[in-house]
Structures are given as C-alpha cells and as structure tokens.
C-alpha cells in the first residue's frame, strides 16, 4: 500500500516562499502526482499536477500560476511545490496525492487519484 508523507508546511508572512516535500514509499514513475489544498470552510482545490514520466508536462490552477512550482525527484521519490509570493488566500491544509500508471494527462480533479497523504499545513500572515 502506497505511503504519502508531506512536510515543511509552516507559518510565514504575506509575500514569503515555501516548499512542501511528499515522500512517496513507492516509485514515482509511471504515475500522475499532485497537490491539493482545502482552505477551511472550503472544498478540496487541485493546486498542480505532474507527469512522473515526463516531468515537463505540468498543469496548474489559474490561482497559483507564476507563483508555484512543482517538480518531482525520482532519486528520492519526492514530490515538491515550490511556493513563491503567497498570499493568505494560500492559507490552507495541503495534500499530495498520487495516481499509479499511465498519466495520460496530469489532472487536478482529486477523483483521479489514488492514494493521498494527511496533509501538511500552511498559514500566511497578513
């Protein structure tokens, strides 16, 4: 059964940078891997997604575009969101989740998805 661990989720000021880490327990090829954020009193939102056999190929939610990054490291089989410019509608649990096989398109629907992580908050001040 897959694991997903997610860190470095912390508190920071209005304008600051953070990245999340996910550590998979399987391989991350051959497989979609995503993040995810529910704001409180809010729904689940997809926040971007990657193809872990081809890593170019990313989406991202309007909201986040230019200001976050996602990337993957086989190596380590960790998955990361390079967070830039936040803004406290950023506030919000995340989620990384993780889709085995094929991915013929990365998706931000959390319903493609597998398996999940519990999550790694982050708080942006004001």
């Known amino acids: 059964q897959e694991h997903l661990v997610e860190s470095g989720g912390d508190s920071v000021q209005a304008g600051g940078s953070l990245r999340l880490s996910c550590s998979a327990s399987?391989?991350?090829?051959?497989?979609?891997m995503g993040w995810f954020r529910q704001a409180p009193g809010k729904s689940r939102e997809g926040v971007a997604a990657i193809d872990g056999e081809e890593a170019h190929r990313t989406r991202y939610a309007d909201s986040v575009k230019g200001r976050f990054t996602i990337t993957l490291d086989h190596a380590k089989k960790t998955l990361y969101l390079q967070m830039n410019n936040l803004t406290p509608e950023d506030t919000a649990l995340y989620y990384c989740?993780?889709?085995?096989?094929?991915?013929?398109?990365?998706?931000?629907?959390?319903?493609?998805?597998?398996?999940w992580g519990l999550g790694t908050l982050v708080t942006v001040a004001s």
């Open positions: 399987e391989s991350t090829y051959r497989s979609c």
């Open positions: 989740a993780k889709k085995r096989g094929i991915c013929w398109l990365p998706s931000l629907s959390g319903s493609d998805y597998d398996s």
